[in-house]
C-alpha cells in the first residue's frame, strides 16, 4: 500500500473540493494499472478493472480511513464486471454527493449507473471554457450533465445550447444549472441525435464558442472512428466568423495527432491555440492515450 499512500498523500484535497487521489489507469504505477480513486466528499469512489481480493480492498479501505478526515463512505465500482451495481465497502453512503469544483456544485449518480455524471479529468477544459465564453453565444455538444454549461455561464456566457440524446442525463444537467442559481433563461437543453438535429441548430446558429465532447460511441447515432470527420467537416455552418472550438478526446480511437490533421484537412481556417491535458494529477506514459483537448480559433 505505500505507493497508493505516497500519492494520496500528495493529492490530499482541500476542504470538499473534488479529486483524483490515484490515477492507476495512465501506467506510471506498475501493478497498479487496474486502480482509480476518486474523491468526492465524504465520499471515496474505487473503480477496479481487474478483480482484487477482498483482503487488499480491507486494508485499502482503512488506508483511506486514516488520510481523509471526514470520510464517510468508500464506495466500489467493479468496472471488469458489466451490469453490476457499485457496492459500499464501509461507512453509510449519503442520500446526495456533489462533486466541487472551482466552487461549483455537479450532482452525482454514484449507484445508478458507471458513469456518475462528471469527470475529474476535464477540469482544464471546464476552465478554459470558464475563461473564454463571457458574453458568447455557446453550442455543448454531447452534453450529457453540462458541466460544461455550468462552467461557461459561471463565466459569463450569454447563452449556452446543451445538445445530448440522452435526456435522463440532460435532466440531471438542468439540476446542476438549478444548484449553481443560474437563471433557466441562460441555458436550453435539446434530447437529439446531433446529425438528425442541424436543420434546428442551423436556425440558433452561429455560436462562439462550440464544444465537442463525444464519447467514443453513443449507440449507433456517433463512433469516434467513423464521424469525427463528418462532425468536423460541419462545424462551420454553425460557428461566428471568429468562433473558437474544445474538441475533446477521451478514448483511444482517435489520438490528438489524427484529430489535428482532421482539421488540418477539413477545417483549414482553424488555428490550434492550445493542447491541454489533465495535468499533474492524471499522469500519463503515453500523454496520447489519455484525455486530450484541443482549443481551436477561426483564423
Known amino acids: 500500500m505505500d505507493t497508493i499512500k505516497t500519492e494520496i498523500q500528495r493529492h490530499l484535497p482541500h476542504a470538499e473540493e473534488?479529486?483524483?487521489?490515484?490515477?492507476?489507469?495512465?501506467?506510471?504505477?506498475?501493478?497498479?494499472?487496474?486502480?482509480?480513486?476518486?474523491?468526492?466528499?465524504?465520499?471515496?469512489?474505487?473503480?477496479?478493472?481487474?478483480?482484487?481480493?477482498?483482503?487488499?480492498?480491507?486494508?485499502?479501505?482503512?488506508?483511506?480511513?486514516?488520510?481523509?478526515?471526514?470520510?464517510?463512505?468508500?464506495?466500489?465500482?467493479?468496472?471488469?464486471?458489466?451490469?453490476?451495481?457499485?457496492?459500499?465497502?464501509?461507512?453509510?453512503?449519503?442520500?446526495?454527493?456533489?462533486?466541487?469544483?472551482?466552487?461549483?456544485?455537479?450532482?452525482?449518480?454514484?449507484?445508478?449507473?458507471?458513469?456518475?455524471?462528471?469527470?475529474?479529468?476535464?477540469?482544464?477544459g471546464r476552465r478554459l471554457v470558464r475563461q473564454r465564453c463571457a458574453g458568447k453565444k455557446v453550442l455543448n455538444l454531447f452534453a450529457y450533465s453540462c458541466s460544461f454549461s455550468v462552467a461557461a455561464i459561471a463565466g459569463g456566457a450569454e447563452r449556452v445550447v446543451n445538445l445530448d440524446m440522452n435526456r435522463g442525463a440532460l435532466e440531471l444537467g438542468r439540476l446542476n444549472h438549478q444548484m449553481n442559481g443560474i437563471d433557466a433563461r441562460r441555458s436550453s437543453f435539446l434530447a437529439l441525435e446531433l446529425f438528425r438535429s442541424f436543420s434546428k441548430l442551423r436556425k440558433l446558429a452561429p455560436f462562439d464558442f462550440i464544444i465537442c465532447d463525444p464519447p467514443a460511441a453513443q449507440g449507433r447515432s456517433f463512433t469516434a472512428e467513423r464521424d469525427w470527420p463528418k462532425l468536423v467537416r460541419r462545424l462551420p455552418e454553425l460557428l461566428s466568423v471568429e468562433g473558437e472550438i474544445l474538441a475533446c478526446l477521451n478514448g483511444p480511437k482517435k489520438t490528438p495527432g489524427t484529430l489535428e490533421q482532421l482539421f488540418a484537412d477539413l477545417l483549414p481556417q482553424a488555428l490550434l491555440v492550445q493542447h491541454l491535458q489533465p495535468g499533474a494529477d492524471f499522469p500519463e506514459v503515453d500523454p496520447d492515450k489519455g484525455v486530450s483537448l484541443l482549443y481551436y480559433r477561426l483564423s
Open 18 to 124: 473534488s479529486r483524483r487521489l490515484f490515477h492507476g489507469r495512465g501506467n506510471t504505477f506498475p501493478g497498479y494499472e487496474d486502480l482509480v480513486i476518486d474523491w468526492f466528499y465524504p465520499v471515496v469512489l474505487i473503480m477496479l478493472y481487474r478483480q482484487r481480493a477482498e483482503g487488499w480492498l480491507h486494508d485499502l479501505t482503512g488506508l483511506l480511513k486514516d488520510q481523509l478526515p471526514g470520510l464517510k463512505a468508500v464506495l466500489l465500482q467493479e468496472r471488469f464486471l458489466s451490469n453490476t451495481p457499485s457496492r459500499v465497502l464501509w461507512g453509510e453512503l449519503p442520500d446526495q454527493v456533489d462533486a466541487v469544483e472551482d466552487g461549483l456544485h455537479y450532482r452525482l449518480r454514484l449507484t445508478e449507473a458507471q458513469n456518475v455524471g462528471f469527470f475529474p479529468d476535464m477540469a482544464v
